[in-house]
């Protein structure tokens, strides 16, 4: 009989607890990243043949800043199995939501780029774009904090073109060979199956306080960046650095930007928590109402542009994917929009169905040697292939090419294109032999040199871990940063073992020492913990006000929602002038009552409602307004969802019109004051100066920093 075969892993679930935690010696790389050796007697990682591994950490590359070798079996298969380790969803982005639309290019750049939707100001390009969150599985609800995918996908005329970025610019790790295990930390945890769609447990910070890389992404997923107010409000990012290839064949360096033309807005952490219970597909619904409306979401294509020489300047490694380009240093061009005008007609065979791919460029547009990057381009094929059924997913009509296309791949699962004539290879000698490569018009690959060892290791430059933290975090104002200290103590509050509370928090002090300070109290901790040693002392940065979302406050009312609570008797005339002002400003009204059938205004006038009280909470909308009676008032008063509207309209620093005896509602709530981000609508004229007030969207002065 055979033996039975050793456990795969060396303690069960029962038998581990948070005091198993050990801090072992931490043997950093040339680039300063953790590598972990066995202890004596202890396991040795190897692959799935048995093989032991060396490096964990790095994948095997021409030189230190060379391009990723695909001889790189551990990396392959690392890569591979994680690619298909579930089905159907996705491993990551499952839960997504996509709209078609267009690009419209505004400025001609045939000198930085032959690719063919850049020859020509005016030209349009078919898009669809597919905005997601990452951790969480698709019934998970759309307001977690986490960050939000936001791929394009460019149906060029000479093939399609996907920046697969996201609403950061940077990432965790600079490795891909480091992917799976970081998405297997901020997961929920094997053993229990929780927390969904939260990086609030142990696993996720001990991962991420052993991987100093990612402290500058700490801070942008701990900001509001990663409870957007809407998917129409944030930013993308096609966070690496590619290259653009002219006609001539001179490259160029290019970072993809898409910026909001209703400006950046997110929400409070107690509003995020309150809408997931309220609505869990709050922006779902908002994508859907805005394009249904006719008010089409607009993002500008801003590139940053940039030669050999600034990158050899530049104090930081342009390849590596957890550092940014400060806008200050290098500008936004601005040289094209997106537009979603269109939503699907089916949810799964457009949305669910769509496959990007990093390697999906177009001539004109090339890669580099962002460690990162060259790993996603392995990647996300061979995640595609997975989980749409093998290698025709490029039939799917989402996924086709809207021009011309010709090749001699054939047959395959799911095949669902028949190609004619016997010529089915290349070279051939027939007539009609099909298509041929054409050097002229074909992809050509920036002629780089390379030259270096071919070793498993990290670049020296890409060791300073901790100098752009300290400059995202400086750049925000006092309330943004008081957010991040916020979500540094709640997130940690929620790790059970001390030991890795305190590890996170020692890697603070070389970001800001105040805000180490902030956290360090806000956990009950006796004293910040020493700070841990750098791999590379960090420089001095300045300020980059880009990086804020307050400091580039839109100062508009348009693309948002106005919540008019009413009530019998109300002045009819007041809330026409009032949704009047909300609609010339761009905004939109939702009526809410304290019956879904509405109510009856002083004159007779019967008023439908799209709300009941107790589906709508102030948290759903960006400005509220109360029109009640008296006997209005008094009924509103005595329950308890409208009291729970007006204490949190003002507690989440909404501005709040009050007509009629709407402050009987407010007292009852708690709130006796007045403050300046509270009017009073005491006839029709009053409406405008109120809505002009809502440009502000929130009246921060009353939150306390």
């Not at 997130?491 to 590890?503: G, T």
């Amino acid at each position: 009989m055979p033996t039975d075969p050793k456990p795969l892993y060396p303690a069960t679930a029962d038998t581990q607890t948070s005091h198993d935690v050990v801090d072992r010696p931490l043997n950093p790389g040339e680039g300063g990243e953790t590598h972990q050796h066995p202890d004596a007697g202890g396991p040795v990682l190897t692959t799935q043949q048995g093989a032991p591994v060396a490096d964990n950490q790095n994948t095997l590359r021409g030189g230190t800043r060379g391009p990723a070798l695909l001889e790189d079996f551990h990396f392959r298969e690392k890569i591979f199995h994680f690619d298909h380790e579930r089905i159907p969803e996705r491993v990551v982005h499952a839960r997504g939501y996509g709209a078609h639309g267009y690009f419209e290019t505004l400025e001609a750049i045939p000198e930085l780029t032959a690719a063919n939707l850049f020859q020509e100001a005016g030209q349009i390009t078919p898009a669809f774009v597919r905005f997601s969150t990452v951790a969480g599985n698709k019934g998970s609800p759309d307001l977690a904090r986490d960050v939000r995918g936001f791929a394009v996908k460019l149906y060029t005329q000479e093939g399609n073109w996907d920046i697969v970025g996201n609403n950061i610019p940077v990432f965790f790790i600079q490795d891909a060979i480091k992917f799976p295990d970081l998405i297997h930390a901020a997961k929920d945890e094997p053993d229990r199956g929780f927390p969904q769609a939260q990086t609030a447990h142990d696993n996720f910070w001990d991962f991420i306080s052993l991987m100093p890389e990612s402290m500058h992404m700490v801070m942008w997923i701990m900001s509001d960046r990663t409870i957007p107010r809407s998917f129409r409000f944030m930013e993308g990012f096609g966070v690496h650095t590619f290259r653009m290839i002219n006609a001539q064949g001179e490259g160029t360096f290019v970072k993809f930007h898409w910026r909001p033309k209703l400006g950046m807005q997110s929400v409070l952490w107690d509003e995020a928590l309150k809408i997931n219970g309220a609505d869990p597909d709050f922006h779902r619904r908002d994508l859907w109402d805005a394009i249904q409306s006719g008010d089409f979401p607009e993002w500008e294509l801003g590139l940053q542009i940039f030669d050999d020489a600034f990158a050899d300047a530049f104090p930081f490694d342009v390849l590596d994917p957890t550092k940014i380009i400060p806008e200050e240093d290098v500008p936004l061009r601005i040289v094209g929009r997106l537009v979603l005008d269109r939503m699907v007609d089916n949810f799964f065979a457009e949305t669910e169905q769509v496959a990007f791919c990093t390697q999906n460029i177009v001539p004109g547009i090339d890669f580099t040697n962002d460690p990162l990057l060259q790993g996603r381009n392995f990647s996300y094929l061979d995640t595609q292939i997975k989980r749409l059924g093998g290698p025709n997913f490029t039939h799917i009509p989402i996924n086709a090419p809207r021009c011309p296309f010709h090749h001699f791949q054939q047959d395959g699962h799911m095949a669902m294109q028949a190609p004619k004539g016997r010529a089915n290879y290349e070279p051939n000698s027939w007539a009609q032999g099909g298509p041929r490569a054409d050097p002229k018009r074909g992809h050509v690959s920036f002629p780089e040199e390379l030259s270096g060892e071919k070793r498993k290791v990290r670049p020296e430059s890409f060791a300073d871990h901790y100098s752009q933290a300290r400059q995202f975090y400086i750049s925000q104002t006092p309330l943004e940063q008081t957010h991040i200290a916020d979500a540094l103590i709640f997130e940690l509050s929620k790790v059970q073992a001390p030991e890795i509370r305190e590890r996170a928090v020692s890697h603070l002090p070389n970001i800001d020492v105040g805000l180490a300070q902030t956290v360090a109290d806000g956990l009950g901790l006796k004293a910040v913990p020493k700070a841990h040693k750098p791999a590379k002392a960090p420089i001095e940065t300045m300020p980059s006000d880009a990086l804020s979302i307050l400091k580039n406050a839109p100062a508009t009312f348009k693309g948002r929602k106005m919540g008019i609570v009413m009530t019998d008797g109300i002045d009819a005339g007041l809330l026409k002038a009032v949704m009047e002002a909300v609609m010339a400003a761009g905004g939109v009204v939702e009526l809410i009552a304290p019956k879904v059938g509405g109510v009856v205004a002083a004159d007779g006038t019967e008023i439908p409602a799209q709300q009941k009280i107790n589906g709508a909470p102030s948290v759903v909308y960006d400005a509220v307004v109360v029109l009640a009676s008296e006997a209005g008032a008094a009924e509103l008063a005595a329950l308890h969802p409208a009291r729970c509207f007006a204490a949190d309209a003002f507690a989440h620093a909404k501005f709040i019109g009050l007509g009629g005896a709407a402050g009987m509602l407010f007292d009852a709530a708690g709130v006796t004051a007045r403050d300046g981000g509270m009017m009073d609508l005491a006839k029709p004229a009053d409406a405008k100066a109120f809505v002009a007030a809502c440009t502000d969207l929130r009246f921060w002065e009353r939150v306390a920093v």
